[in-house]
């Protein structure tokens, strides 16, 4: 069946915050230790202990910001015992996260060193389930403050002189349930008085995110609003796509049916039911939609790899990974006014990754190359499209075959993204540009495979990966192309002179 999208590129829907490409590093598994921090004595090549390979990896993919330390860790990790000589930080139990006993090395130093590396923000999650408005408030003081101070002095002494830049706090984390299992009526009284002493120093402000809902759950999301908005900058939100019939039985990463493949791929749409559901309350408190809805924690979750750490939950990445990160940022480019940021759970080795590792192997996932591939639409403007799709079918149920996306980045080029979910049938596709005048030359690039579980590995590292895409012609101001199965298509369409 033939697909249509008419883009008007003189009807901007409003800004695409880069900040919906932010990622998500916890302590968990071996996201941090190995996977991003092997330590300067390390044989595996590294700069200040921050191993060389994931760290230019990640460069490519131009990331925004970057979240820390959790997660459920967030509500049990003491930041004091990650700062000052390593040799002399405390051990601890990581007990949300397969029981392992971290030595501490990774800490706020270290952390925000690698922002520093990477050029991204971070955003840092502060501990509400366990910790003190006191030692929340010394964090950021200690992070922040330019001047004469107990924390202060404390971070020169540690060998940095000259505060860091720190824009985004959140003040706990998912405190529904591992954060502390709170009503959110407490929780909303707990966060009125954390957030007090979440202070701006100097020139640095603080944007204040407070904890939000997770899934379809608006009531959290209404007390919230009500009881705080007034206090909050952004409110977050939580939504995996989890595909199996049971939490303890999610389905393999790797091994599964035509039927799953087309599951995954519904629930990762049900992102925009999500968002309007969260969106249409948040708009009845804050109808200027000042607070920003953050999503940060999204992406697949599978069981884990066999014959690994249950707690470490590391998976594999397909292409069906790769379709689910090109519909999901579709849905997050409509939702703009509101989405403000977005961080794909998580950044190395722990469930949607965009790095895999193993000693001193490293691989990209076809996660990752989405994200690259979409780079281009950071703070671009989004614009006003139709989507005329057939329908992919699967046991009596239907989800759009095609999904689409389009924006016009800072230079003038228009930037579309075409995600063809079908994983048999080609897509033809017609895209027609009204309200743009001049002609424009298009290049593309497409990911794809043969197999819907395609995936690279240690052995085959470029199994999956972006090649040119150069099915399609033009003429009249509209682009035929045919989208292969399983596959997502980013065009740029460039102003000629």
């Not at 230790?33 to 131009?62: C, F, H, K, M, Q």
């Not at 904890?211 to 409110?235: I, P, Q």
């Amino acid at each position: 069946m033939s697909n249509r999208v008419i883009i008007n590129a003189d009807v901007a829907k409003g800004r695409i915050n880069k900040n919906i490409y932010g990622h998500f590093a916890e302590h968990l598994g071996r996201c941090i230790y190995e996977g991003i921090w092997v330590g300067e004595d390390s044989p595996i090549p590294n700069t200040n202990g921050i191993r060389n390979d994931v760290l230019e990896a990640l460069r490519g993919l131009d990331i925004p910001l970057l979240r820390w330390p959790g997660g459920c860790f967030a509500d049990e990790y003491h930041w004091k015992d990650g700062v000052g000589p390593r040799e002399s930080r405390k051990r601890m139990v990581n007990t949300h996260w397969g029981g392992v006993v971290e030595n501490n090395h990774f800490g706020t130093h270290e952390f925000l060193m690698l922002c520093e590396m990477l050029g991204c923000e971070p955003y840092i999650a502060g501990n509400v389930g366990s910790g003190t408005v006191q030692e929340m408030q010394e964090w950021v003081e200690y992070m922040t403050f330019d001047g004469e101070s107990p924390m202060a002095n404390w971070r020169k002494e540690n060998g940095r002189e000259k505060p860091w830049k720190v824009r985004y706090f959140g003040v706990g984390n998912e405190n529904w349930g591992c954060g502390g299992h709170m009503r959110p009526e407490y929780y909303a009284d707990l966060y009125r008085q954390y957030q007090t002493y979440v202070r701006n120093y100097g020139d640095n402000k603080i944007y204040k995110i407070a904890c939000g809902s997770n899934d379809f759950n608006t009531y959290w999301t209404e007390v919230l609003m009500r009881e705080a908005g007034r206090y909050m900058d952004g409110l977050s939100l939580h939504y995996y796509v989890v595909t199996g019939p049971a939490w303890e039985n999610k389905g393999s990463a790797t091994e599964f049916t035509e039927r799953e493949w087309f599951t995954t791929l519904q629930k990762a749409l049900k992102m925009d039911e999500v968002l309007t559901l969260h969106s249409t309350v948040m708009d009845k408190y804050d109808p200027e939609k000042r607070v920003g809805l953050i999503v940060d924690e999204w992406g697949t979750w599978f069981d884990v790899e066999p014959g690994t750490n249950p707690g470490f939950l590391y998976q594999q990445n397909t292409l069906r990974d790769a379709l689910v990160a090109s519909v999901t940022f579709d849905v997050f480019h409509r939702h703009c006014d509101r989405v403000q940021m977005a961080n794909i759970a998580q950044t190395v080795n722990v469930l949607q990754a965009m790095v895999l590792t193993e000693g001193e192997k490293m691989v990209l996932t076809p996660s990752y190359h989405v994200f690259e591939m979409y780079k281009v639409f950071q703070n671009a403007t989004a614009l006003d499209l139709n989507v005329q799709s057939g329908f992919y079918d699967m046991d009596g149920q239907s989800i759009p075959s095609v999904s689409a996306t389009a924006a016009k980045s800072e230079d003038g080029t228009i930037c579309i993204g075409l995600t063809n979910l079908s994983h048999n049938e080609e897509a033809q596709i017609s895209v027609e540009l009204r309200g743009d005048a001049g002609a424009r030359a298009y290049s593309g690039r497409i990911l794809t495979s043969a197999a819907k579980n395609d995936r690279n590995t240690f052995e085959r590292p470029d199994a999956v990966k972006p090649k040119p895409f150069v099915q399609f012609e033009t003429a009249g101001g509209v682009l035929s192309a045919k989208l292969p199965p399983m596959s997502v298509v980013v065009l740029e369409a460039k102003a000629q002179a």
